[in-house]
């Protein structure tokens, strides 16, 4: 099973090779994101799954380069599409943003400029990166709210960011970032702020875009339930490395880390028969004071003295699995979470 | 309109559809009373400064020794020709005030373009690039801000050996700046953080387009609330200057050197100094009431209240 799914992995897209981000303070460096190694494959959805402060969000700013001015990245290698992007000039890297890649955030209510309609933010989006006119651009922006599922695309056009409401203006946030076409697409807590029902419609239409064109997305979220939805890959991070990679099929079916099944157990289930919710013990450890060892083990249930004295490799223990646990062996054995 | 608006506003908003109805500026205008006399003091100044030849009887500028140091028309001695009495040279107050509010108006609002102007580029600047380049240009605000502003201003004026008009809308101009820079990159600073531009860096939206489009029309309200009060300190500032002798020099006519030439009147002509500062108080009152109000209304916590 898990060779099959291996082998169906398309052409990368973006490597990420040795990511690390340093802080500096006034007596020491910090390190929110360490060696943290991933690739994300043409037309797939890789989910990005962890705590707050697990270093998600500082990944994918330091994939767009827009990390703030304090903190140093360093990489081995952060290709898009071949194009180094540690080597870029910061205007190569402007130029790349918006064409190459594109980001949407948590916040659709705050995403658009409050003073100009939404068409006017669209069709400069679009004239950004291509040479049209303005006629030109205004179709193609109503085409794109139409490919967002926005109805009457022509009078929301003309239409104040303040008319619409907080899924509406996830969806033009969407139009926007892929009114270019880039070929990946950073979605940023996409739905966290939005209804639940609401979610799941973005969800799908994300999905559904990137298949229209052929962009690949990389999904951050807390949400695991996010994540077995559309996710077609898993890469769960903890205190700034990652601790498990695998398929979506793969992780759901047999979690390998004892933080993944943490993770997995603290979800509500609909046949949970005990009154309390399972939670992981504990909070992430905070940068500045990192356990020795495995770093998750003062919250691990199955820490022994070996994971206290030396910190595990992230090793690709089967076929496309890849797991940061010296005893994924002993413990992953049951099946476990959603079928 | 004026009742209409008040009584048959829950009648207005059941009939639907708006009709009729004033703008929102106008309504939260009638609404608000310090708004209302701001509007009505500042329009009329601003008519006497443009038409001021055609409102002035006189020419404020004729000598006339017959008619010294007239009372105004409504004490006993008081000439019905002239309204607000003559001063030593038999000048007619009246006359002189009306022409007056020129020079205000033109410094006041020329030195605030001047300065907002200045300001809003270092403002911009600091905010948005931060480092290095907001370390200098705060650290220069800190040291005008150290030195007291009529002091710098009248240096200044010394120093280019002052009187002209374009020599004190530039000396008050740059010796304002200094609310704008750091009013400004205040905005920028929390704007910069704002998602939509951070969205808008995300799309490789380019520094320049960022700084234009996003962040300067989302500190717009604040820059026209603050240039307002800043009109109002302005013509202060040119009246204090007049007034030591040091601003507008005469055949031009200034509120403060109006009042400097009264002041030796004081005790036996009251007159001739308090007409020129009823009006310079009254004009830099209506427009602070002028700067409430806007600031109010371009509030957008308002936006949604009427």
């Known amino acids: 099973m898990e060779m099959q799914q291996q082998t169906q992995r398309k052409e990368v897209l973006l490597e990420v090779d040795h990511l690390n981000t340093y802080i500096k303070t006034e007596d020491r460096v910090l390190q929110p994101v360490r060696d943290v190694s991933f690739q994300v494959r043409k ?39 071949g194009k180094e992007l540690t080597k870029l000039s910061r205007r190569e890297l402007r130029e790349m943003r918006g064409k190459e890649m594109a980001m949407i955030f948590q916040e659709p209510l705050t995403s658009l400029n409050p003073l100009f309609t939404i068409g006017y933010q669209l069709t400069e989006t679009i004239r950004l990166h ?17 490919h967002v599922e926005i109805p009457r695309p022509e009078h929301v056009m003309k239409e104040y960011p303040n008319a619409l409401s907080g899924g509406m203006r996830q969806r033009v946030m969407i139009a926007i970032a892929l009114a270019n076409r880039p070929s990946l697409l950073i979605a940023d807590e996409p739905t966290t702020a939005l209804d639940v029902t609401i979610q799941a419609q973005i969800l799908y239409l994300m999905k559904q875009l990137m298949k229209q064109y052929d962009t690949a997305i990389m999904l951050i979220t807390h949400d695991l339930g996010v994540v ?63 356990p020795a060892g495995c770093r998750f083990n003062p919250r691990c249930p199955f820490a022994t003295a070996a994971c206290r004295d030396k910190e595990p490799p992230l090793a690709e223990v089967l076929p496309g699995r890849k797991v940061r646990c010296i005893r994924w062996n002993e413990l992953g054995g049951e099946g476990h979470g959603e079928q | 309109m004026k009742k209409n608006d008040k009584s048959s506003l829950a009648a207005a908003a059941a009939a639907g559809p708006k009709r009729h109805r004033a703008p929102r500026w106008l309504r939260m205008l009638w609404r608000s009373k310090t708004g209302l006399i701001g509007f009505v003091i500042v329009t009329v100044v601003l008519v006497f400064a443009v038409f001021a030849p055609w409102i002035a009887p ?37 006359s002189r005030i009306v022409y007056g509010a020129r020079i205000s108006m033109l410094i006041g609002v020329c030195s605030v373009v001047v300065a907002g102007f200045i300001g809003t580029l270092f403002g911009l600047l600091a905010g948005y690039y931060g480092g290095i380049l907001d370390a200098i240009i705060m650290r220069i605000t800190d040291a005008f801000h150290a030195i007291p502003r009529t002091l710098l201003a009248l240096v200044a004026v010394s120093v280019v050996s002052g009187g002209s ?42 520094d320049r387009t960022i700084i234009l489009r ?44 109006m009042l400097s030439t009264g002041r030796n009147y004081l005790a036996t002509n009251w007159w001739v100094a308090t007409m020129p500062g009823i009006a310079l108080t009254l004009t830099v ?22």
């Open chain 1, 43 to 81: 037309g797939e959805l890789l989910g990005i799954v962890g705590e707050s402060g697990c270093g998600k969000s500082m990944t994918s700013l330091s994939i767009m380069g827009l990390t703030p001015k304090n903190i140093t990245v360093q990489a081995n290698h952060l290709l898009l599409g």
């Open chain 2, 214 to 257: 996003h962040i300067l029309p989302n500190v717009f309200s604040s820059f026209i609330v603050v240039s307002t009060l800043a009109v109002a300190t302005s013509i202060l500032a040119e009246s204090s200057l007049s007034f030591l002798g040091l601003g507008i020099n005469p055949p031009n006519i200034s509120w403060g050197g």
């Open chain 1, 130 to 146: 291509n040479q049209v006119t303005k006629k030109q651009a205004w179709e193609r922006a109503v085409e794109m709210l139409k």
């Open chain 2, 58 to 94: 006189y020419d404020p500028n004729a000598i006339n020794p017959v008619d010294m140091l007239k009372p105004p028309a409504f004490m006993e001695g008081g000439d019905m020709r002239y309204l607000l009495g003559t001063d030593n040279l038999g000048h007619d107050i009246f």
């Open chain 1, 228 to 290: 077995a939805e559309v996710a077609d890959y898993v890469l769960v991070m903890y205190a700034g490395q990652v601790v498990e990679e695998a398929s979506v099929y793969d992780l759901f079916r047999r979690p390998l880390h004892p933080y993944t099944r943490g993770l997995m157990n603290s979800t509500i289930k609909v046949h949970q028969s005990e009154e309390k919710l399972d939670t992981i013990e504990g909070t992430v450890p905070s940068l500045a004071d990192m």
């Open chain 2, 285 to 306: 009152l209506g427009i602070m009431f002028l700067g409430n109000w806007l600031r109010d209304l371009l509030d957008p916590y308002n936006q949604g209240l009427q």
């Open chain 2, 165 to 206: 008009v374009t020599t004190l809308i530039v000396v008050i101009g740059i010796t304002g700046w200094i609310t704008y820079a750091r009013l400004i990159r205040s905005e920028v600073l929390s704007l910069k953080e704002r998602e939509f531009v951070k969205a808008a860096i995300t799309i490789g939206t380019p």
